[in-house]
């Protein structure tokens, strides 16, 4: 009945791994809780969980994606702490954890951290940025929510029962075969990328249907804002890089479980053929995730430079370009694993092609705050680092690019120290910058600018003190994911790194104290203009938080920067004659249904426990054929019901105080001169 699945496969096996799950199981019971000492529980299932209001399945996602961070985040100290004593020693990880924790920290950042974040802010504002009233597909991406949350389910229940895999967030054959890997492990990651892949995958349909579909009147595609255009290449590379990485993990799930070879070093298998899905998968992932992280960018460069964006058409031009390029450059991950010199030298031509529209995008930003009067606020600050921080990363990656070096650095420090010079400030600054700009669209405040800074001096400092040692050490020859080591040169860079990892730290907590003294002291950073950055872009033309419907009437768009453009036309803030009824789709369960049922269906499978697979597939086609049935799925907002909301955002408007912004050049009104292009 329980399959493979006992009592000796509880983390008993270690005092550290037992330590992991009891964090877990204490950190569910709290949230647990807390949700019951605020007696939120009704709340939390009718307006939250059952909701498929884009704004709020965004939220969703953040939350997720900053729990998953902190989750991550705790793997990467633990192993640089681990490093930074194993000279000779052991340290306090078994090789077995620790090969554990470096597969999880990967896992998890790309996969449960990254993406949802990415999803989270895409959800919260495209649909304000496109003057739209909610995602083509509402009930879909509820689904695609609760899918990618049971796979982050499935990675922090690993914690609890059986153990993780051991073979990288790569899950490379032949090791990660049976033959090799037979426990539990893999299979937990095989069965929470599996899953989660189809939530992203719909996610990435959801997106490109509703900015093809739902713009508002006026908005031609080349008055999309750079955040918008970012999400619909991105969603482009989602639906054509995601299949790739589902069939690779299908296949590998029937060579583990079910004789098959696949991927195997017999039979006629071949494990380059999963190598080769993967980084076809893997290498647009790093653009589906960075591009986005532009889109932040651009949008925060010309708030806070008070400038048009510079460069528009071209940053556009660049975003299609690195989508289109990103699909030819899969093999510079492998270039040491016996293809042709020729094979090589065509890839490593593509990876170098590919940073020439990455460059034409930093002298964009650049030239956008070049005689602009910089504002700089936290999410300016991240924008800053991120320029910096970046170009270095890209630096590195050309020099990756060429085969030669490659096979010099291959499987060292340096290629880790790249990685994360191209993710942290590409992806984390952005992700972060972003949340800080429009948190309080979501909630209607601002977040503590002090405790904001804080966090952005820590993340930056912590960076360059983590990550710069392990150049060197990737240069002096030292391999990566070393559990322990015997050359004395290596201790005082990896006691440096792990000094680094402790800054970050500091700025994850800055973070958290930030959150916490902005829920305080909430009620002395309202937003009531729903504009507190004096935008350019439609979200801002909603209130903070926004109505349900997001706008009483569409809006009609006659310029790029659509907000900015009715502001210095005097029309921003008119009101129609009348109000007409609003159709909304109504909150269900069905999605959460799918998504729980998918999560069990994938522990199931893990185990072996096929009747509750069985079972889980059921209850999954029940909940789709019961959506699927379901007539009375639209409720309709009231004329009377809109303008009372209204009612209540003009007088909110009217007790507006004035713009922190209103005195900077550029403010609606007191326009600055336009640089023409």
């Given at each position: 009945?329980?399959?493979?699945?006992?009592?000796?496969?509880?983390?008993?096996?270690?005092?550290?791994?037992?330590?992991?799950?009891?964090?877990?199981?204490?950190?569910?019971?709290?949230?647990?809780?807390?949700?019951?000492?605020?007696?939120?529980?009704?709340?939390?299932?009718?307006?939250?969980?059952?909701?498929?209001?884009?704004?709020?399945?965004?939220?969703?996602y953040i939350m997720l994606a900053l729990v998953m961070l902190l989750r991550g985040f705790v793997d990467a100290a633990m192993m640089r702490s681990q490093q930074a004593i194993a000279y000779n020693s052991e340290g306090y990880l078994?090789?077995?954890?620790?090969?554990?924790?470096?597969?999880?920290?990967?896992?998890?950042?790309?996969?449960?951290?990254?993406?949802?974040?990415?999803?989270?802010?895409?959800?919260?504002?495209?649909?304000?940025?496109?003057?739209?009233?909610d995602v083509a597909f509402p009930f879909m991406n509820s689904v695609s929510l609760w899918l990618t949350t049971a796979g982050a389910g499935l990675m922090l229940i690993s914690l609890v029962v059986g153990k993780f895999s051991t073979?990288?967030?790569?899950?490379?054959?032949?090791?990660?075969?049976?033959?090799?890997?037979?426990?539990?492990?893999?299979?937990?990651?095989?069965?929470?990328?599996?899953?989660?892949?189809?939530?992203?995958?719909?996610?990435?349909?959801?997106?490109?249907?509703?900015?093809?579909?739902?713009?508002?009147?006026?908005?031609?595609?080349?008055?999309?804002?750079?955040?918008?255009?970012?999400?619909?290449?991105?969603?482009?590379?989602?639906?054509?890089?995601?299949?790739?990485?589902?069939?690779?993990?299908?296949?590998?799930?029937?060579?583990?479980?079910?004789?098959?070879?696949?991927?195997?070093?017999?039979?006629?298998?071949?494990?380059?053929?999963?190598?080769?899905?993967?980084?076809?998968?893997?290498?647009?992932?790093?653009?589906?995730?960075?591009?986005?992280?532009?889109?932040?960018?651009?949008?925060?460069?010309?708030?806070?430079?008070?400038?048009?964006?510079?460069?528009?058409?071209?940053?556009?031009?660049?975003?299609?370009?690195?989508?289109?390029?990103?699909?030819?450059?899969?093999?510079?991950?492998?270039?040491?694993?016996?293809?042709?010199?020729?094979?090589?030298?065509?890839?490593?031509?593509?990876?170098?092609?590919?940073?020439?529209?990455?460059?034409?995008?930093?002298?964009?930003?650049?030239?956008?705050?070049?005689?602009?009067?910089?504002?700089?606020?936290?999410?300016?600050?991240?924008?800053?680092?991120?320029?910096?921080?970046?170009?270095?990363?890209?630096?590195?990656?050309?020099?990756?690019?060429?085969?030669?070096?490659?096979?010099?650095?291959?499987?060292?420090?340096?290629?880790?120290?790249?990685?994360?010079?191209?993710?942290?400030?590409?992806?984390?600054?952005?992700?972060?910058?972003?949340?800080?700009?429009?948190?309080?669209?979501?909630?209607?405040?601002?977040?503590?600018?002090?405790?904001?800074?804080?966090?952005?001096?820590?993340?930056?400092?912590?960076?360059?003190?983590?990550?710069?040692?392990?150049?060197?050490?990737?240069?002096?020859?030292?391999?990566?994911?070393?559990?322990?080591?015997?050359?004395?040169?290596?201790?005082?860079?990896?006691?440096?790194?792990?000094?680094?990892?402790?800054?970050?730290?500091?700025?994850?907590?800055?973070?958290?104290?930030?959150?916490?003294?902005?829920?305080?002291?909430?009620?002395?950073?309202?937003?009531?203009?729903?504009?507190?950055?004096?935008?350019?872009?439609?979200?801002?033309?909603?209130?903070?938080?926004?109505?349900?419907?997001?706008?009483?009437?569409?809006?009609?768009?006659?310029?790029?920067?659509?907000?900015?453009?009715?502001?210095?036309?005097?029309?921003?803030?008119?009101?129609?004659?009348?109000?007409?009824?609003?159709?909304?789709?109504?909150?269900?369960?069905?999605?959460?249904?799918?998504?729980?049922?998918?999560?069990?269906?994938?522990?199931?499978?893990?185990?072996?426990?096929?009747?509750?697979?069985?079972?889980?597939?059921?209850?999954?086609?029940?909940?789709?054929?019961?959506?699927?049935?379901?007539?009375?799925?639209?409720?309709?907002?009231?004329?009377?019901?809109?303008?009372?909301?209204?009612?209540?955002?003009?007088?909110?408007?009217?007790?507006?105080?004035?713009?922190?912004?209103?005195?900077?050049?550029?403010?609606?009104?007191?326009?600055?001169?336009?640089?023409?292009?």
């Amino acid at each position: 009945m329980f399959g493979r699945l006992t009592i000796d496969s509880l983390p008993f096996y270690s005092a550290v791994a037992a330590s992991g799950a009891a964090v877990t199981v204490l950190g569910g019971l709290a949230v647990a809780g807390a949700i019951t000492y605020f007696g939120a529980w009704r709340m939390v299932m009718t307006q939250w969980v059952s909701s498929v209001d884009h704004k709020k399945i965004g939220i969703m996602y953040i939350m997720l994606a900053l729990v998953m961070l902190l989750r991550g985040f705790v793997d990467a100290a633990m192993m640089r702490s681990q490093q930074a004593i194993a000279y000779n020693s052991e340290g306090y990880l078994p090789p077995d954890h620790f090969d554990q924790i470096f597969s999880s920290h990967g896992t998890i950042m790309i996969f449960f951290m990254a993406m949802p974040f990415l999803s989270g802010l895409a959800n919260l504002i495209v649909p304000q940025q496109i003057g739209s009233r909610d995602v083509a597909f509402p009930f879909m991406n509820s689904v695609s929510l609760w899918l990618t949350t049971a796979g982050a389910g499935l990675m922090l229940i690993s914690l609890v029962v059986g153990k993780f895999s051991t073979a990288g967030w790569t899950a490379y054959p032949p090791y990660s075969g049976v033959e090799y890997t037979p426990g539990v492990g893999v299979d937990y990651w095989l069965w929470m990328v599996f899953i989660a892949g189809f939530g992203t995958t719909m996610t990435g349909i959801n997106f490109l249907v509703t900015i093809i579909k739902n713009r508002a009147p006026g908005m031609t595609m080349f008055r999309l804002p750079l955040f918008t255009w970012t999400i619909l290449i991105t969603s482009v590379l989602i639906i054509f890089a995601f299949p790739a990485l589902t069939v690779a993990c299908a296949m590998l799930i029937l060579d583990r479980n079910f004789g098959f070879h696949f991927f195997t070093n017999a039979m006629g298998g071949n494990m380059m053929n999963y190598i080769n899905l993967f980084w076809l998968w893997g290498h647009p992932e790093v653009y589906i995730l960075i591009l986005p992280a532009f889109g932040v960018f651009s949008e925060v460069v010309s708030t806070f430079s008070q400038k048009r964006l510079f460069g528009y058409i071209s940053l556009v031009l660049a975003t299609c370009a690195i989508g289109l390029l990103s699909f030819t450059v899969w093999l510079h991950h492998f270039f040491t694993m016996g293809s042709s010199a020729k094979v090589n030298s065509f890839f490593g031509t593509m990876t170098t092609i590919i940073s020439v529209p990455t460059g034409v995008k930093v002298f964009d930003w650049l030239l956008t705050m070049y005689r602009g009067r910089i504002i700089f606020k936290p999410p300016m600050l991240f924008t800053i680092g991120f320029l910096v921080t970046f170009v270095i990363g890209g630096l590195s990656g050309v020099l990756l690019a060429l085969p030669p070096i490659d096979y010099l650095m291959h499987n060292t420090t340096f290629l880790v120290a790249h990685f994360h010079n191209m993710i942290i400030p590409g992806v984390l600054f952005g992700y972060l910058a972003g949340y800080m700009y429009w948190f309080p669209k979501a909630f209607g405040f601002k977040l503590n600018e002090k405790w904001g800074t804080r966090a952005f001096w820590c993340w930056i400092v912590g960076f360059y003190v983590a990550f710069m040692p392990l150049y060197v050490l990737g240069m002096l020859g030292m391999p990566r994911r070393m559990e322990h080591y015997d050359i004395a040169a290596w201790q005082p860079h990896l006691i440096v790194a792990g000094i680094g990892a402790f800054i970050i730290l500091l700025g994850m907590i800055c973070l958290a104290v930030q959150l916490v003294v902005s829920i305080r002291e909430r009620n002395q950073a309202l937003d009531l203009s729903g504009d507190p950055w004096n935008g350019r872009s439609l979200e801002w033309a909603t209130s903070s938080p926004a109505a349900p419907y997001n706008f009483a009437v569409l809006p009609k768009v006659e310029s790029r920067d659509a907000w900015w453009d009715m502001k210095q036309r005097g029309v921003a803030y008119e009101r129609p004659a009348e109000y007409e009824d609003i159709v909304m789709p109504k909150n269900t369960y069905a999605g959460l249904v799918i998504g729980v049922a998918g999560g069990v269906f994938g522990f199931a499978a893990i185990w072996w426990m096929w009747w509750l697979a069985l079972l889980s597939l059921a209850v999954i086609a029940a909940a789709i054929i019961y959506r699927a049935s379901d007539d009375d799925d639209e409720f309709v907002m009231t004329a009377s019901e809109v303008k009372a909301i209204e009612d209540e955002r003009f007088a909110q408007l009217a007790k507006a105080p004035k713009n922190e912004m209103a005195d900077e050049p550029g403010f609606a009104g007191e326009p600055a001169p336009e640089p023409a292009e």
